[in-house]
DNA sequence: CTGAAAGCGCTTACAG
DNA sequence: CTGAAAGCGCTTACAG
């Protein structure tokens, strides 16, 4: 298996011209006549020639390629984020490479040194919830390769972020339910680590104190974001002398297992316990019954995140002021919410 | 942002020894003294040297990265796949980049065209089922970039495949609805154009013709593999005069329309109508009723379907006998058929 | 054991 | 308007 590629060198040798002549023609250089411009390109579509990219990467230390790091790409949160970070990187002309940290730091790690070393011209990534530590993507920078943050971000790290209000997704959710006469709400949390876990029980706590409801610590349980997580956090809410008559769930995988673990036990959303989380459209209207939810605009904040990442590229000052965008979330109830 | 890397010259000049001892040095050639080795791989370690691996790819015309495209990486047949792809790579010392065609043959194009001019090694895919044509990847091989099939293959192309025994499979799925009792039993085919969907097609009428069941035409409808397909052609199946007992559904996202569909018509599942599919088994076990469903090995075939990749790409003779591998599917009864 | 030189495919000052 | 030369970072015959 051999790959023959047509080279400049090759047209230029048929053409008998030089390789400087050809590379200009290529380029639609201005100093080109027009006639040895069309013999070239012509000859270069006849031959089915493409430049090497590999050598342009060479000469520019540039590839033309972006990083995307998401913990899951599984994920349909972060799927449709990646599909919005394409999206932006195609329309200017880049190549994304994505990269999955299965929520573990060491594989983060792992994805960041391939990225320096492929010599990525940049980073979007929605940081693993094990990485406390963010040194990693601060080398990266250091390197001169920028990184811009989305979903999950950091303080440790100054660049730009894309993040959605947590806060006040999850006030609307817990007003929500307040509205609809519960009263003893449960939050399952994510790990206390991540930065949105953070906003989104500050936005519960206050929702809870706008309306007079005391907060109560045994009602707030915190778990790793996955289903295992919400079923065996459920388990224990209900479990509780006092049961919660609502919950709300902080990811969607949390939600889904809290929405079994409820079927499971044989209580009735919403009549026995009202539930909403931060879900997945397509993924809430499937269960039964339909979740309430909090969704976030996943697409949007992939092309955002690209957009700010590639403007830092392309810029040649370094003295950029970095901006945090914060986006809107949308509250959308269901069946499992209505008492 | 400006990125200063450290490079085989700078070593070289701080050592003052030529860049071709310092390059043997690092690639620990027998032929360089242990001491200007050491010397040389020690200060490497200080200023934190590693290769560049743009000039070596330029080099050697191999960029030691695969890639795969798959219809949707928010399919979790496909992200699973992903995961066996991305394990061998890796193990191999092989990048992966994962593209998504959509299920649209111009975006397999574009993919296509972006691996051969980033002289991608190698690719693994899993065909986009609007892909009746697959003249864009005959051609990558023709450039001496191997192909590698999973899961969608195509007859029209000569490479390695690995995908599972979709006959079988569907054969069984058939077979245990007609030994529960079932007699009118429908299938929700994928797109015609598909493999999978024929081999399925085969399977499910065989599995009729042995109990003696005659084949009807009506009751196999054909669609987008995606919700909205299973939903539509549930309401189709079930205004028949004579309506199904039984549906089989072809894929994961058929089925999750066709249950759906069911519910919102008031039908029981299995009473009322059993249904099975080939699913993801996370997902089949969400749904109430879980749903009764055929499994696949999707890490498992991408693992072999890299490994056979890789192979090809490290053979150096061309004429390698290419194989088809079919990995078994696995039944997973669940209530949705338990008549 | 070590170095100078050529070359991978391209671009771009520098000459003419 | 066109060409010869240098160089991006590396490897590897070829000399010594």
Not at 70 to 78: E, K, L, Q, S
Not at 110 to 127: C, E, K, Q
Not at 323 to 330: C, D, G, I, K, P
Request: charged share 25%.
């Amino acid at each position: 298996m051999k790959k023959v590629s047509i080279t400049i060198k090759e047209i230029a040798r048929q053409l008998n011209i030089s390789k400087s002549t050809v590379s200009r023609a290529l380029r639609d250089s201005s100093e080109i006549s027009e006639e040895t411009k069309k013999k070239v390109i012509d000859l270069a579509e006849k031959l089915n020639y493409y430049p090497n990219p590999i050598a342009i990467s060479l000469l520019k230390n540039r590839t033309q390629t972006i990083g995307v790091i998401v913990p899951d790409i599984a994920n349909r949160f972060y799927s449709s984020a990646i599909g919005g970070v394409e999206d932006i990187a195609y329309s200017r002309g880049y190549h994304t490479m994505i990269y999955q940290s299965h929520e573990l730091l060491e594989r983060e790690r792992s994805a960041s040194r391939h990225i320096a070393s492929r010599r990525v011209d940049g980073l979007v990534v929605a940081i693993s919830s094990q990485s406390e530590n963010v040194d990693h993507f601060v080398s990266l920078q250091e390197q001169g390769i920028p990184v811009v943050l989305f979903d999950r971000v950091s303080d440790a790290m100054q660049t730009h972020k894309v993040r959605i209000d947590d806060y006040k997704g999850a006030f609307e959710a817990t007003e929500h339910l307040i509205q609809r006469g519960c009263r003893r709400i449960a939050h399952i949390a994510g790990p206390k680590a991540v930065s949105i876990t953070r906003f989104r029980l500050e936005g519960y706590k206050d929702a809870l104190k706008k309306y007079g409801i005391d907060f109560q610590e045994e009602w707030v349980l915190h778990t790793e974001i996955n289903q295992a997580g919400g079923t065996e956090r459920t388990y224990q809410l209900m479990a509780l002398r006092e049961r919660p008559d609502a919950i709300f769930g902080a990811s969607d995988r949390l939600t889904m297992g809290i929405h079994s673990a409820l079927r499971q036990l044989g209580y009735k959303m919403p009549d026995d316990v009202a539930v909403i989380g931060f879900c997945d459209l397509a993924m809430s209207s499937l269960l039964d019954p339909p979740v309430s939810s909090i969704t976030q605009p996943s697409f949007e904040m992939g092309q955002q995140a690209t957009s700010l990442l590639l403007d830092l590229i392309e810029s040649k000052n370094t003295l950029v002021e970095f901006e945090t965008r914060v986006l809107q979330s949308n509250i959308v109830i269901n069946k499992s919410s209505l008492k």
